[in-house]
């Protein structure tokens, strides 16, 4: 593919570190270039699918003469994101689980539930050491019921497969490292009368999949994108659910910050503006590459159902990006869409909030500390920093200034956490790259 409705197409692939795999050549005249990352929950086929779809609809969208004198070209980024089929797990028993021989099927189900996902994690973490580390997980899991020793010894070895150097206290994943194993998997085993009836899904389980998928119907359980697992068996199934989230968050960070940052760097001097979009957690990819890059042509930034805290961008707050406010690193608008539909990032941070053992906060909305950015838009940002508005139907009219978040509410025009490649994102964001 080297085009996208008749826009050049370049692709940038980086490995987990972000280190670039192949040279990145962009065609001569390029004014504006693109840079746009997908999330989670892509590999590289459904990422140039997403790319597709919505430059498509940037084209369908254009209005005569709208933006003279500008050529585009589009650098699509490509990075180690796994598909897995998360949830938020809750302990219980299905209401059909009657007797003793339905309890038993259940739980020797939930045991299954587990283990493969084990096996689905042991083809992302795939180094002999991190192999042996999931076989000595595996072999714990029966005993994690009744033995404290062995949620202890199952959480230090799931921890172990993880870097501590992007902990932070925007999701408690600091905490997920302090707490001890007993401790941790007490405060995830998550009871369905815990949770708020809109994240809540027909199964009684919860969708906390950036990109959701599917899960094996536990035997015994309910069928849907989740079922309940018995006793310490869902918190557990948490634990993993969040070590998988954890590495996504610090491979997207990590591949903007050594990958897309110093490559656009290299482009820049061959082009007039650039423009970062991002998807997800391809959302804290060009987050960590504005942040993080020195040139100064970044001319609009697009953060489309981001996987990252509400206040990511506030000074109150300590937020983790917030120099690319006080450094000015984004010379034009940042546009924010934000839903209540998206029931992955509604979910996925306000789990955090259990980690720490509170289960009194607010669950996943603007009032919860642990709220994502794609549900509730940017929080607790300084006077005159953020506007909130709505997502309007293309053609329509928008007033986006200089350095200044927009945050556009889209429950009328974006269904769920995919749902970002319609018309009216594509109209917004050519409004706002219209500024010379």
Not at 299 to 317: D, I, K, P
Request: charged share 20%; aromatic share 8%; glycine share 10%.
């Amino acid at each position: 593919m080297d085009n996208i409705a008749g826009i050049p197409y370049v692709e940038a692939q980086f490995d987990k570190n972000g280190t670039l795999q192949d040279q990145v050549t962009l065609p001569a005249g390029v004014t504006d270039l693109f840079v746009m990352s997908h999330g989670w929950n892509n590999n590289a086929d459904d990422a140039r699918g997403l790319y597709t779809r919505l430059f498509t609809n940037f084209i369908a969208v254009a209005q005569p003469g709208d933006l003279p004198g500008r050529n585009f070209a589009i650098l699509g980024v490509i990075w180690p994101s796994k598909q897995f089929d998360e949830l938020v797990a809750a302990a219980g028993v299905p209401g059909d689980a009657q007797g003793s021989a339905a309890l038993q099927a259940h739980d020797e189900g939930s045991l299954k539930a587990l283990s493969e996902k084990l096996d689905r994690m042991a083809e992302f973490f795939t180094s002999p050491a991190e192999q042996q580390i999931i076989a000595e997980a595996k072999a714990l899991l029966p005993d994690l019921e009744e033995k404290t020793s062995a949620r202890n010894a199952f959480v230090e070895k799931i921890r172990s497969l993880l870097d501590k150097g992007a902990a932070n206290k925007e999701d408690a994943s600091a905490s997920f490292f302090k707490q001890s194993g007993d401790d941790l998997m007490n405060n995830l085993k998550v009871d369905v009368d815990d949770l708020d009836d809109d994240v809540k899904e027909a199964s009684g389980a919860m969708s906390m999949g950036l990109g959701v998928g599917t899960v094996p119907k536990v035997e015994g359980g309910a069928a849907g994108l989740g079922a309940l697992l018995s006793g310490f068996k869902a918190a557990a199934m948490n634990v993993l659910n969040f070590t998988t989230y954890y590495e996504m968050k610090a491979r997207a960070g990590t591949v903007g910050k050594n990958g897309v940052g110093p490559l656009i760097d290299k482009l820049a001097p061959q082009v007039q503006r650039i423009h970062l979009i991002g998807h997800s957690f391809g959302g804290r990819v060009v987050t960590s590459t504005a942040a993080n890059s020195t040139t100064d042509k970044i001319r609009s930034m697009s953060l489309l159902q981001t996987a990252f805290s509400h206040n990511g961008f506030s000074l109150s707050q300590g937020g983790f990006f917030r120099a690319v406010v006080d450094t000015h690193r984004v010379h034009g608008p940042i546009l924010v869409t934000h839903t209540k539909n998206d029931k992955a990032v509604g979910v996925a941070y306000p789990l955090a909030s259990r980690i720490n053992g509170d289960k009194a906060a607010a669950f996943g909305d603007e009032n919860d500390k642990f709220g994502g950015l794609g549900r509730n838009g940017t929080q607790k940002m300084e006077s005159g920093e953020a506007e909130f508005g709505n997502l309007l139907p293309a053609g329509s009219t928008y007033s986006f200034q200089p350095s200044k978040f927009f945050n556009m509410e889209g429950s009328p025009f974006i269904s769920g956490h995919s749902d970002i490649c319609g018309k009216e994102i594509a109209h917004a964001i050519r409004v706002a790259i219209a500024p010379s």
